[in-house]
């Protein structure tokens, strides 16, 4: 009898456990109740949070979802829509960059060969009430300069604050050619800002017309009479593809040699008005990410005049 009391009382210490817990992932250990802003992912199998500065920014075109934490280290995924409860993934042109810093350099969800690798993230939830989003992720990134390639599990994102973009009076465009006979100019000042002004700032904007995107991250943040260069490993990442190509991702950032292109970003104000504005320049060379395409476009004149979003 008293060997059937004991086999009982470790079933239920057992189920009372596992009530208490959230499994992520079969045959994965259990992990902790996320917090709001929570946003973590295993790299190759060991788990890495980018909870310090979160926030997500979307709008008729498109939606940013970042993070970062106190090393430095960045995540970001840029998904070509606005945000909505579905499953996104590489085949509508989503894309994940990972930031890491040191020798381990940048990766993205971008072959050696330009293709797209496996993302999928899925939008679990969005409370308008409190405006924020939680979702979960997983896929592959790749680093051309290493020839490494991560594998990203359990991803997740907890009730990261959410801001609704719409058009105003930003400016964000620039000429863009492959010589001085081939120059176009492309804005993208549609749902332009700028976010995490004092630490990893992100410029961002879209160019609705021909379904592009322009993001420029400056890891240190920014300040007003500052001149920002590839030193500082600021990106500058383009995407100049349309619908019928959506993965024509050029960056200032070469991954064959693991060295940043050059690069020119000049804060010449941070404005203190109702929303506060960055005011500025940017001058740089990108090249097709990931691929053993080294033509070079030269970015001139660009502008900045974009709001900011406080998450």
């Given at each position: 009898m008293?060997?059937?009391f004991?086999?009982l009382?470790?079933?239920?210490?057992?189920?009372w456990?596992?009530?208490?817990?959230?499994?992520?992932?079969p045959g994965?250990?259990?992990q902790e109740p996320?917090?709001?802003?929570?946003?973590?992912v295993?790299?190759?199998?060991?788990l890495?949070?980018?909870?310090e500065?979160?926030?997500?920014?979307?709008n008729?075109?498109s939606?940013?979802?970042?993070g970062a934490?106190?090393?430095g280290?960045?995540i970001s995924?840029m998904?070509s829509?606005?945000?909505?409860e579905t499953?996104?993934n590489?085949?509508?042109?989503?894309?994940?960059t990972?930031?890491?810093?040191?020798?381990?350099?940048n990766?993205?969800?971008?072959?050696?060969?330009?293709q797209?690798l496996?993302?999928?993230?899925k939008?679990t939830?969005i409370d308008?009430?409190?405006?924020?989003?939680?979702g979960t992720?997983?896929?592959s990134?790749?680093n051309?300069?290493?020839e490494?390639t991560l594998e990203?599990t359990?991803?997740?994102f907890f009730?990261?604050?959410?801001?609704?973009t719409e058009g105003?009076d930003?400016?964000?465009?620039?000429t863009?050619?492959?010589?001085?006979t081939?120059?176009?100019?492309?804005d993208?000042?549609?749902?332009a800002?700028?976010t995490g002004?004092?630490?990893n700032?992100?410029?961002?904007?879209?160019?609705v017309?021909?379904?592009?995107?322009?993001?420029?991250t400056?890891p240190?943040?920014?300040?007003?009479g500052?001149t920002?260069?590839?030193?500082d490993e600021?990106?500058i990442?383009?995407n100049?593809?349309?619908?019928d190509?959506?993965?024509?991702v050029y960056?200032?950032y070469?991954?064959?040699?693991?060295v940043y292109l050059p690069?020119?970003?000049?804060i010449?104000?941070i404005?203190?008005d109702?929303?506060g504005h960055v005011i500025?320049t940017f001058t740089?060379?990108?090249?097709?990410f990931?691929?053993e395409?080294?033509?070079?476009?030269?970015?001139t004149?660009?502008?900045?005049?974009?709001?900011?979003l406080?998450?």
């Amino acid at each position: 009898m008293r060997r059937y009391f004991w086999l009982l009382f470790a079933i239920t210490g057992f189920v009372w456990s596992c009530s208490d817990s959230e499994l992520l992932t079969p045959g994965d250990e259990f992990q902790e109740p996320e917090l709001p802003g929570t946003f973590r992912v295993k790299i190759d199998g060991t788990l890495t949070d980018f909870s310090e500065t979160t926030s997500v920014s979307s709008n008729e075109v498109s939606t940013q979802i970042n993070g970062a934490n106190a090393e430095g280290q960045m995540i970001s995924i840029m998904l070509s829509s606005p945000i909505s409860e579905t499953t996104y993934n590489e085949v509508s042109g989503s894309t994940i960059t990972l930031v890491l810093g040191g020798e381990d350099g940048n990766y993205m969800n971008i072959s050696e060969t330009g293709q797209f690798l496996p993302l999928i993230v899925k939008i679990t939830d969005i409370d308008m009430l409190n405006m924020t989003v939680s979702g979960t992720f997983s896929g592959s990134v790749y680093n051309a300069s290493a020839e490494v390639t991560l594998e990203l599990t359990n991803g997740e994102f907890f009730e990261l604050p959410l801001t609704v973009t719409e058009g105003g009076d930003a400016v964000l465009k620039a000429t863009f050619g492959v010589d001085e006979t081939q120059q176009t100019e492309l804005d993208f000042s549609s749902n332009a800002n700028a976010t995490g002004t004092t630490t990893n700032a992100v410029i961002s904007g879209d160019n609705v017309d021909e379904i592009q995107d322009l993001k420029i991250t400056i890891p240190g943040g920014i300040e007003a009479g500052v001149t920002y260069t590839e030193v500082d490993e600021v990106e500058i990442r383009v995407n100049l593809g349309t619908s019928d190509n959506p993965s024509d991702v050029y960056t200032n950032y070469d991954a064959a040699n693991d060295v940043y292109l050059p690069v020119s970003i000049v804060i010449n104000e941070i404005t203190q008005d109702v929303e506060g504005h960055v005011i500025g320049t940017f001058t740089g060379t990108i090249q097709k990410f990931g691929s053993e395409n080294d033509e070079q476009i030269a970015i001139t004149n660009g502008i900045i005049e974009v709001p900011i979003l406080v998450p």
